[in-house]
């Protein structure tokens, strides 16, 4: 607590609000909006490897929280200076978040500085933030740090194996999610395994029926990211307001995530294809 104390003690609003832009590369959007730009406009293959590392990460996450079941420093008398935020102090998810995605990006664009620099300095600050934030303590975002680091490695070497068969290697680990999903009743791991299940599914597809090619002209990029990442929001927040009328139940979250990833990795890409081949092709 005197860590966290003493680095509270810097609080002032400008760096409040500082952290808490910071904090938000951490969490589930800021993947979402990487993972899709990266499918859609970049490399799809560098971005299936990315996020489904991110998401296997993730859902790990969330089952060790549901043992630790450790109070956040803002329950035992810090500053909240974030909202509040629900689940275990143990391992911060954001940090783990961040290190398996920085571990990812600065190996694949190690080449392009911008890139590497950006997420080696996001791996530092976010777990700082969730400390300046009152969210989690010094040993939270070490550990859970360290498991982004191992996470993001061990997610490196796997596809380094089959670099051609990308799709079976992420299809061989859903199982382990979904035994998860079924011992564990943690929120966090049906997100992540919905997602997951989402993803390798419609990937699988796309590469065996669309054969999406992310290459076109600069104006067609800025169009599929704007129509993709409407109908990418509109299912996550528009199926969020339709559960909720009928419960708050971890399945209902799983499916939500799931027809958002599923919608990314073959609905988008499908729709892409056929909307803007004409503009492509000249």
Request: net charge positive; charged share 15%; glycine share 8%.
């Amino acid at each position: 607590m005197a860590i966290i104390e003493a680095i509270q003690k810097l609080s002032n609003p400008v760096l409040d609000w500082l952290m808490r832009i910071i904090t938000e590369t951490g969490d589930v959007l800021a993947f979402i909006i990487l993972g899709v730009i990266l499918f859609w406009c970049i490399d799809k293959k560098t971005a299936y490897k990315l996020m489904t590392t991110l998401l296997f990460s993730a859902g790990l996450n969330g089952a060790i929280k549901n043992f630790t079941q450790k109070p956040r420093p803002y329950e035992e008398g810090a500053k909240p200076i974030l909202q509040k935020t629900e689940g275990s102090s143990m391992p911060s998810g954001h940090s783990q978040n961040i290190t398996t995605a920085a571990t990812f990006m600065v190996y694949e664009y190690r080449k392009v500085n911008w890139v590497k620099w950006t997420f080696i300095a996001l791996a530092i600050l976010v777990p700082f933030s969730r400390m300046y934030l009152g969210q989690h303590y010094l040993e939270d975002v070490l550990v859970g740090m360290a498991l982004g680091l191992v996470i993001g490695i061990l997610g490196l070497v796997l596809y380094s194996r089959l670099p051609d068969q990308e799709e079976y290697v992420g299809l061989a680990l859903a199982p382990a999610l979904i035994l998860l999903m079924i011992f564990i009743p943690e929120h966090q791991v049906f997100v992540s395994g919905g997602a997951y299940i989402g993803l390798v599914t419609g990937y699988l597809l796309e590469k065996k029926y669309i054969g999406y090619d992310t290459k076109a002209p600069l104006k067609i990029q800025i169009f599929k990211v704007l129509i993709g990442l409407g109908v990418t929001l509109a299912l996550y927040f528009g199926l969020k307001l339709l559960f909720k009328l009928i419960g708050e139940y971890n399945i209902l979250d799983a499916i939500r995530y799931f027809f958002v990833a599923f919608w990314a990795s073959l609905g988008a890409p499908a729709l892409f294809k056929k909307i803007f081949k004409q503009e492509i092709e000249t």
